[in-house]
């Protein structure tokens, strides 16, 4: 019994000393870590609205982290596409001079042919479309992960002002500007995930901007 005992109190010890440790990795990397996760939030936020110089988060519970996601659910269902596979996980406004330049949505499409895909979407505060920054992504290579390696696909919403996207399988879209979005040749599938994503992310920038909120540093989006 005395040797149960002491071999109880040993691994006792091994896991207090363990979780310990654990405990203090955790403190001293939480931190370096946090900052390293938004610095590439912000730097995805440049590359789809490089016109603004910083980016605020806007106020409220309803665009917190935890709660923007339902925020958005009942608008996705209800629209007559039905965005129900598609999920909206951040939305922060770009500022320049004390005012608004545009909004910065990021969606995660659940409908890729090869699961999710995030990826975050800019678009002006006149409503023009002006990149995709494409977060993650678990595509066929050479397949659907031309979405993300090849930038002809993406390049086609730039420039736009429209609620919605098309997608076409016989080659009259490919302009910029046009609402008219060309399929990748063997991947309609991912195609139509990431368009129906960006229009998500398009009835959420709507959204916003008809709710007439203001920024965590007090900007009103107009």
Same mark, same amino acid.
């Given at each position: 019994?005395?040797?149960? *005992?002491?071999?109880? &109190?040993?691994? %006792?010890?091994?896991? $207090?000393?363990?979780?310990?440790? &654990?405990?203090?990795?955790? !403190?001293?990397?939480?931190?370096?870590?946090?900052?390293?996760?938004?610095?590439?939030?912000?730097?995805?936020?440049?590359?789809? $609205?490089?016109?603004?110089?910083?980016?605020?988060?806007?106020?409220?519970?309803?665009?917190?982290? #935890?709660?923007?996601?339902?925020? %958005?659910?009942? $608008?996705?269902?209800?629209?007559? /596409?039905?965005? !129900?596979?598609? /999920?909206?996980?951040?939305?922060?406004?770009?500022?320049?001079?004390?005012?608004?330049?545009? +909004?910065?949505?990021?969606?995660?499409?659940?409908?890729?042919?090869?699961?999710?895909?995030?990826?975050?979407?800019?678009?002006?505060? !006149?409503?023009?479309?002006?990149?995709? #920054?494409? &977060?993650?992504?678990? !595509?066929?290579?050479? +397949?659907?992960?031309?979405?993300?390696?090849?930038?002809?696909?993406?390049?086609?919403?730039?420039?736009?002002?429209?609620?919605?996207?098309?997608? *076409?399988?016989?080659?009259?879209?490919?302009?910029?500007?046009? /609402?008219?979005?060309?399929?990748?040749?063997?991947?309609?599938?991912? #195609?139509?995930?990431? &368009?129906?994503?960006?229009?998500?992310?398009?009835?959420?920038?709507?959204?916003?901007?008809?709710?007439? *909120?203001?920024?965590?540093?007090?900007?009103?989006?107009?």
């Amino acid at each position: 019994m005395n040797k149960i *005992v002491k071999d109880a &109190l040993i691994l %006792f010890a091994i896991t $207090l000393v363990a979780g310990i440790l &654990l405990g203090g990795v955790y !403190e001293i990397t939480k931190n370096p870590i946090a900052e390293q996760n938004e610095k590439a939030k912000q730097k995805a936020y440049k590359e789809v $609205l490089t016109e603004a110089d910083t980016f605020e988060a806007i106020s409220g519970d309803a665009y917190s982290e #935890s709660n923007i996601t339902a925020t %958005f659910a009942d $608008l996705l269902k209800s629209d007559s /596409e039905n965005y !129900e596979a598609d /999920e909206i996980t951040d939305v922060v406004a770009g500022i320049k001079d004390g005012k608004v330049v545009g +909004l910065v949505v990021t969606v995660v499409a659940g409908d890729g042919y090869g699961g999710d895909i995030k990826f975050s979407i800019g678009v002006s505060s !006149e409503g023009k479309y002006m990149g995709t #920054s494409i &977060l993650s992504i678990g !595509e066929t290579a050479g +397949l659907g992960m031309r979405v993300k390696t090849d930038p002809s696909f993406l390049s086609q919403f730039k420039d736009a002002v429209t609620d919605k996207f098309i997608l *076409v399988k016989d080659g009259s879209g490919a302009a910029a500007g046009d /609402e008219k979005i060309d399929a990748i040749s063997g991947s309609t599938v991912t #195609s139509k995930a990431v &368009l129906r994503g960006i229009n998500a992310a398009l009835l959420a920038y709507k959204s916003v901007y008809e709710a007439n *909120v203001i920024t965590v540093g007090g900007v009103t989006v107009e």
